[in-house]
């Protein structure tokens, strides 16, 4: 039996779609036929039509949707859209696949599961045998082969996790934090129509937060980061190793965030605690420094990600790269005559090395791996595991509000400019 073809609709294509995205739809034919394209930035449309033979172009979201055509859709604009573009596409009975975070409220992400039961009538409209719409979370980092297939199972064989690092400090981004509260044009052209909805934004913040009086610039710039980049290191932290058991030290100093994460290793009885350090922020220089790093005590595992920033254009090509260090003794010298090539020392005591393996996967492979588990994640057809689903975007969305909880709970007693 033939693999079914869905017929793709793009919302908020950006420059980095020709990068990421396209070329890996652009060889997966066999899955996915990209039909509509929508953006903000109508030369950014035309030149995506040009390059990859898109039919249909347009800048106005309505016509993506509700294109009778259209199976699926991508939704690729800012997190303050999610909500607003995936019931949309939900209710018009396509299926959905939306950039993490899903959403960083809890009210809209029940929104946004009520909203496959009007998509249900939809469908069935459509076709008899119709189920309902499904919703599915992109992170490509977590789809990388060297990622399920090397780390995490050297993590599982790992004795004992003593320590572990998360950072990710990537640039440059074209307008800052403070410049998109004051409600210019959307981070770095992904917004509706060029512009901002500065209500919705401000509507999500106050769900967030709870308060209008809550919604200090520094919340305000810790979110836009937490919903930008910040939400692809935590679900893959989480992923790797859980959700932590707490939460301290958060600090914000806009452009750059850091916070401790309180974890129990749970591969034995005892539990023994470890911290892992997180720290975050944009810059002006053109690269992406992020990795996860996590040390045992004769082993120390990394995954790094050169994946492209957001609204980066097409490039050079990037990868993902998994490192594997551990104790290498050898074999030694016994007699206590060293060479250059020996391991031995003067005293003749064995010396210990380090072995360094490493593996690399592609950032296509990543977004091929992700885009094969999104369409049997919707037809039912054999393909990669599916990790991101809705369910698994309430873990995310209870390891953020674990941050907001005690970021409250920092401001509440100690007044600096933390907050």
Same mark, same amino acid.
């Given at each position: ?6 017929? +793709?609709? $793009? ?30 930035? !109508? ?25 009778? #055509? ?12 999610? @909500?607003? !573009? &995936? ?12 950039? /993490? ?7 809209? %992400? ?14 069935? *409209? ?8 499904? /919703? ?32 990710? $400090?990537?640039?440059? %981004? ?29 509507? +999500? ?20 980061? +937490? ?19 707490? /939460? ?44 996860? &790093? ?31 260090? #551990? ?5 030694? %010298? ?42 049997? !994640? /919707?037809?039912? @057809? ?8 809705? @369910? ?14 005690? !970021?409250?709970?920092?401001?509440? *007693? ?6």
């Amino acid at each position: 039996m033939s693999i079914p073809v869905l017929r +793709l609709g $793009i919302l908020g294509a950006t420059d980095a779609v020709e990068s990421t995205y396209l070329p890996t739809l652009t060889t997966l034919s066999s899955h996915f036929n990209t039909l509509a394209l929508h953006s903000s930035n !109508y030369e950014t449309a035309q030149n995506c039509q040009k390059l990859f033979n898109i039919p249909i172009i347009t800048t106005n979201p309505e016509d993506v949707f509700n294109n009778i #055509e259209v199976d699926v859709i991508l939704n690729l604009f800012p997190f303050e859209h999610h @909500e607003k !573009y &995936t019931i949309a596409a939900l209710e018009a009975g396509k299926h959905v696949m939306v950039e /993490v975070p899903l959403s960083m409220s809890i009210h809209s %992400l029940r929104r946004i599961r009520d909203a496959t039961k009007k998509g249900l009538v939809a469908r069935s *409209t459509a076709s008899e045998n119709a189920g309902s719409p499904r /919703v599915f979370v992109g992170c490509a980092r977590r789809y990388a082969p060297c990622y399920t297939d090397i780390f995490k199972k050297e993590l599982a064989n790992m004795d004992r996790i003593h320590y572990a690092r998360c950072r990710n $400090i990537a640039g440059p %981004l074209k307008i800052s934090a403070s410049e998109y509260t004051n409600g210019v044009n959307e981070l770095n052209g992904n917004g509706v129509n060029g512009h901002i909805n500065q209500n919705e934004f401000n509507n +999500l913040l106050v769900d967030i937060w709870g308060s209008k009086d809550d919604v200090t610039p520094e919340r305000i710039a810790f979110c836009r980061f +937490l919903g930008s980049l910040g939400c692809h290191d935590l679900s893959l932290m989480r992923e790797s190793l859980g959700s932590p058991n707490a /939460v301290s030290c958060i600090s914000i100093t806009d452009p750059f965030y850091s916070a401790t994460f309180h974890y129990s290793d749970d591969s034995d009885a005892r539990g023994h605690p470890f911290t892992l350090l997180y720290e975050a922020g944009v810059d002006a220089l053109p690269r992406c420094d992020a990795h996860l &790093t996590v040390y045992g005590a004769r082993k120390m595992l990394s995954v790094e990600y050169d994946f492209p920033h957001p609204g980066e254009a097409a490039g050079k090509e990037r990868s993902v790269k998994v490192v594997v260090e #551990e104790v290498d003794t050898g074999e030694g %010298l016994s007699n206590g005559h060293g060479n250059g090539t020996s391991n031995g020392n003067a005293t003749g005591v064995v010396r210990s090395r380090v072995k360094r393996t490493e593996y690399v996967s592609t950032c296509e492979e990543a977004y091929d791996r992700e885009l094969r588990a999104f369409h049997s !994640y /919707v037809t039912g @057809e054999n393909g990669p595991e599916v990790k991101t689903t809705p @369910e698994d975007a309430l873990n995310d969305l209870r390891l953020l509000h674990m941050i907001f909880g005690h !970021y409250d709970r920092q401001c509440g *007693t100690i007044r600096t400019p933390l907050g």
